[in-house]
């Protein structure tokens, strides 16, 4: 996992697995600087928390990880206002429709610039990593995420502020189908067919904080502000699009 700090905005992006040389670890991380506004990415941190500078960096990270394929932690050297991101291999058995894939996992600071590039790095990323979709979230929404999951032998389940029920991400028939909702959201091209996105008439208001990506896909912004579930007209936000995409977590198929 990346080395998180209070108050970041987690990234994730979920893409097809990484093969041989694949080239879209470095691609993940020049997409980052190019939308961070003076970012660089070349400094890692050790098992014993120091940073360590990275002077062969591409030849670093076509080391992968030593467990497996993907990329290590790597960051912007400031203790004080860390960037971060990391990526491995998602195996078969606990991703959607049987198929491995690729998890790459970013960190910027909640404060007013990584604010304004979250929607800019969201979308390096994923277009970096040929991802099938990913999501921006402040620090502490992924627990309320977690309780939504129904794992077996919970009957009923009852997921917290009047959110939907989803199922495991495994459940789901094919990996273009996002697991949840974020404040922003990359669907891949094929992601959007699969959800039903966009309908003119429908997505009117979404369409309003939405982009078209060079690849055909889109960055979808839920609410102007980060999200925050303590505020109820961000909740409603959250309530209205589950109801517009039931295919989002699996909850449109038995």
């Known amino acids: 996992m990346p080395a998180t700090q209070e108050n970041d905005i987690g990234i994730i992006v979920y893409a097809p697995a990484l093969v041989g040389a694949d080239s879209r670890p470095l691609a993940v991380v020049h997409g980052m600087e190019r939308a961070f506004p003076g970012l660089r990415l070349e400094w890692t941190i050790s098992r014993e928390g120091k940073l360590v500078r990275l002077p062969q960096r591409e030849s670093w990270l076509a080391q992968g990880r030593p467990t497996g394929r993907g990329f290590r932690l790597i960051c912007n050297g400031d203790e004080s206002y860390r960037v971060t991101v990391s990526g491995w291999e998602s195996p078969a058995g606990t991703s959607p429709g049987g198929q491995a894939q690729f998890e790459v996992h970013a ?16 979308e390096a990323v994923a277009e970096g990593a040929r991802a099938f979709w990913g999501r921006v979230d402040p620090d502490g929404i992924a627990v309320t995420v977690s309780e939504q999951f129904r794992h077996p032998g919970e009957d009923p389940h009852v997921p917290p502020k009047g959110l939907p ?21 990359y669907w891949s091209a094929a992601a959007a067919q699969a959800i039903g996105f966009p309908d003119p008439t429908r997505d009117a208001e979404l369409l309003s904080r939405s982009r078209r990506t060079a690849s055909g896909g889109w960055v979808v912004q839920l609410t102007d502000a980060p999200l925050d579930l303590d505020n ?11 109801e517009r995409f039931p295919e989002i977590g699996g909850r449109s198929t038995p």
Do not use: C, F, M, Q
């Not at 960190?107 to 969201?122: C, F, M």
């Open 232 to 242: 109820p007209a961000h909740l409603d936000a959250l309530k209205r699009a589950y």
């Open 107 to 122: 960190a910027l600071p909640l404060n007013a610039t990584g604010i304004a590039a979250a929607a800019d790095v969201l």
């Open 165 to 185: 029920s989803l199922k495991l991400p495994w459940e789901l028939p094919a990996p273009e189908i996002p697991h949840y909702l974020g404040w922003l959201n």
